[in-house]
Structure formats: structure tokens, C-alpha cells
T-cell receptor, first 115, second 111 residues
């Protein structure tokens, strides 16, 4: 099956710094990637949808200047949390879908802790 | 925004028993999917049921879909301790569109 990786798997950063999370599709070309965040004991909330080579589409309430998404190639999307604050601490999960399949394949997630 | 409501929020059963989780949604859909998430891990896709299907099976999993009631159920038969996880339903309005997740059911299967 299709494999999606995320890096890092966990990260701790200080308040005010920026953190970049990578999402890679390892064995297929991901024309669309999705970014979700999940707080403890809660469901996944879609943050944004990105198509390769295009600007990301953000969900209502998600600050696009704070959560920068880049999808420059068919195998890589990055999410940068800028000027992170403790309330940004969360589990960030990406998913990817390919040209010939609409099924989304999920990465293992990245746990971000902002101190 | 969340579309789905799931119940129960938490379910605790003994190994060997069946577990049933329900999901309701608000808008018309193209398909509905069920996922499993072990604590602190990513999601595992379990099964997809299309809007023109009423029931689907995969191993010990049985999913039903009632579009008139905008609801779906996931039945896990002969549960095992390894089935302990959170289970989420997710709807897709248009083919290739975004997934909207329900609140999830936390299942605990005691050996």
C-alpha cells in the first residue's frame, strides 16, 4: 500500500520559534495533501488542503500566516508553524492522495510541544 | 468543521464480545470511511462504503450505511485486546474531496 512519512515524529520547541514539519509520499505521487491537527482525546480537524504547485486552501479559523504550507513537489509538503505558542502544542497529521486514487493515506503524525 | 457525531464516546467490553459504534452526519455524502487510531499514532484506514451501498464486510468488520437517516455503524465481531483503539468515521461529500471526521469512539477491549 501507499506509504506516507512525517518528520520529525516529535519536536519540542520554545515559544516564539518556528517549526517545520515534513510530509512525504514514499511510493506514489501525491497531487493533494491534507494537514490535520488533533488535540488530546479529540478528533482530527482539517487545517488546510494543498495541491502540488498551488497555494493551500485553509479551513475557516486557521491562520494562513501562522501555518505556512508548501507543496512544491509531488512527494513533499511542509507545514511551518511560525512563532509557535504553547496553545499550538498538538498532534499534526498529514495525508496524501494521488492522481488515480481518491483514497487518503495518512502519515504517522508529529507531536509538537511548545514550551 | 466537524460533521459527524459518534456514539458511544467510550465503550468498554470483554474480549470475544462484539463492539458496535455509530456515526451520524449532516450533509449528503459520496462515501463514508472508518479509521482506527492507536493512542498517539497515525490513522489506519479500515473500510470505505459508498453512498449507494448499504452494507460492507471486511474480515471481522461490518459496516452499514443508511443515507435516509444519515447514519452508519461499525460492528467489530469477536473483539480482541488488540482492537483497543479510537475509531473515527469520516465523510466525503464529493469524490476526491476532504474528509470530515466524527468525534470518535474510544474502544477498550479487556482480556
Amino acid at each position: 500500500g501507499a506509504v506516507v512519512s512525517q518528520h520529525p515524529s516529535w519536536v519540542i520547541c520554545k515559544s516564539g520559534t518556528s517549526v517545520k514539519i515534513e510530509c512525504r509520499s514514499l511510493d506514489f505521487q501525491a497531487t493533494t495533501m491534507f494537514w490535520y491537527r488533533q488535540f488530546p482525546k479529540q478528533s482530527l480537524m482539517l487545517m488546510a488542503t494543498s495541491n502540488e504547485g498551488s497555494k493551500a486552501t485553509y479551513e475557516q479559523g486557521v491562520e494562513k500566516d501562522k501555518f505556512l504550507i508548501n507543496h512544491a513537489s509531488l512527494t513533499l509538503s511542509t507545514l511551518t508553524v511560525t512563532s509557535a505558542h504553547p496553545e499550538d502544542s498538538s498532534f499534526y497529521i498529514c495525508s496524501a492522495s494521488g492522481t488515480f486514487t481518491y483514497e487518503q493515506y495518512f502519515g504517522p503524525g508529529t507531536r509538537l510541544t511548545v514550551t | 468543521s466537524q460533521q459527524g457525531e459518534e456514539d458511544p464516546q467510550a465503550l468498554s467490553i470483554q474480549e470475544g464480545e462484539n463492539a458496535t459504534m455509530n456515526c451520524s452526519y449532516k450533509t449528503s455524502i459520496n462515501n463514508l470511511q472508518w479509521y482506527r487510531q492507536n493512542s498517539g499514532r497515525g490513522l489506519v484506514h479500515l473500510i470505505l462504503i459508498r453512498s449507494n451501498e448499504r452494507e460492507k464486510h471486511s474480515g471481522r468488520l461490518r459496516v452499514t450505511l443508511d443515507t435516509s437517516k444519515k447514519s452508519s455503524s461499525l460492528l467489530i465481531t469477536a473483539s480482541r485486546a488488540a482492537d483497543t483503539a479510537s475509531y473515527f468515521c469520516a465523510t466525503v461529500q464529493n469524490q476526491g474531496g476532504k474528509l470530515i471526521f466524527g468525534q470518535g469512539t474510544e474502544l477498550s477491549v479487556k482480556p
